[in-house]
């Protein structure tokens, strides 16, 4: 078969690869389409992944077809169309019992992050992984599907932290960033909330997707004080969602931001916020850094798109061209979600 492999620090190759059997609790999937998100290009890049034992398959988002099954596996049958809840844990702390391995007590501890970031991934033609993990998405375009396993999940997990906040009569969000994550917030919000959105990006076709998703309003950074002044009569967000993370989204989201509002962050771009200083936050916010989400949350998302409630903006790429998917995201050419079909 043939698969997406992380050789070393800043390479991936497209090789011929052994197909994977099924162990006991298991099962193999004929791959239907993998997610490229921008954690894997920081993947590439070194970092977290120098502990990580190489090489190993990349793609942790994943839409695959049930093809063998492991001894022990019930629950699920050859044929299924499912998605992977990916994210690594211990199996033994308690919030991995209830299904939240993303926020695993052992999780610095553990040889890999998830299926994908770590150990053999969805960016190949077939993946061999926990019956566990899986999550029925039948009825759901499997390329649409692969998005909401991290894209869709991830968002989804960072809106419904503040749910107290979503649910106040004219409660006003901001968006910060309409990336692959950022445009499915939107549609969630719009979905499941009544909520006022301002989207924030630097680029006209991500304002133009903000608008396509719900948006009430979409500016570009210089604009944004002014269009959330307006929308919010005066007071600031209530909410405000940064999926860039760098240091001028994470100012604009502090001088945007109502007091006691909540500032989410999901982008990791660098930036730093300055809590020491008398003055530089609103006073009584809270601060939260969601990862990822739980298999409970991602078969809820699974719904939303079921329903045709949430639409994903996604760009395929056969994963034979993987190297240009990876490119035109690192070049930040693509707008919305990229996803490699196998052949």
């Known amino acids: 078969m043939l698969a997406y492999r992380m050789a070393g620090s800043g390479r991936a190759e497209l090789v011929d690869h052994e197909s994977p059997e099924p162990g006991p609790g298991e099962v193999r999937l004929d791959v239907l389409a993998a997610g490229v998100c921008h954690s894997d290009l920081a993947v590439l890049a070194g970092g977290v992944s120098r502990a990580w034992a190489l090489p190993f398959t990349l793609g942790h988002e994943i839409c695959g077809r049930v093809a063998v099954l492991g001894s022990d596996v019930e629950g699920v049958d050859v044929g299924d169309q499912v998605v992977v809840h990916a994210p690594y844990g211990c199996g033994r702390c308690r919030r991995c019992e209830r299904g939240q391995t993303n926020y695993c007590d052992d999780r610095d501890r553990l040889p890999a992050a998830g299926i994908g970031l770590g150990v053999d991934g969805g960016m190949a033609d077939s993946v061999v992984v926990g019956a566990e993990r899986l999550v029925s998405a039948s009825g759901v375009d499997p390329v649409v599907a692969a998005t909401l396993t991290d894209a869709g999940l991830t968002s989804f997990h960072a809106i419904e932290g503040c749910r107290d906040l979503l649910t106040e009569p004219d409660a006003v969000v901001v968006v910060i960033g309409v990336g692959g994550l950022g445009h499915l917030a939107i549609g969630i919000l ?154």
């Not at 916010?285 to 739980?294: A, K, N, Q, V, Y």
């Open 190 to 343: 719009r979905a499941c909330y009544g909520v006022q959105v301002v989207a924030v990006d630097t680029r006209d076709a991500a304002l133009e997707l903000a608008g396509e998703c719900g948006a009430d309003v979409a500016v570009g950074p210089g604009g944004a004080a002014a269009a959330v002044t307006a929308v919010a009569g005066g007071r600031g967000a209530d909410v405000v969602f940064d999926f860039a993370g760098a240091q001028s989204s994470l100012e604009l989201a502090t001088a945007v931001l109502r007091t006691a509002g909540e500032l989410v962050v999901v982008g990791s771009g660098g930036g730093v916020l300055r809590v020491a200083k008398p003055g530089v936050l609103p006073a009584g916010i809270r601060l939260r850094l969601p990862f990822w989400g739980s298999r409970t949350e991602l078969s809820g998302v699974v719904e939303l798109a079921r329903q045709g409630a949430l639409r994903p903006r996604t760009t395929t790429f056969p994963l034979t061209e993987a190297d240009r998917a990876f490119a035109e995201l690192r070049d930040g050419k693509l707008v919305g979600r990229a996803v490699l079909v196998p052949r």
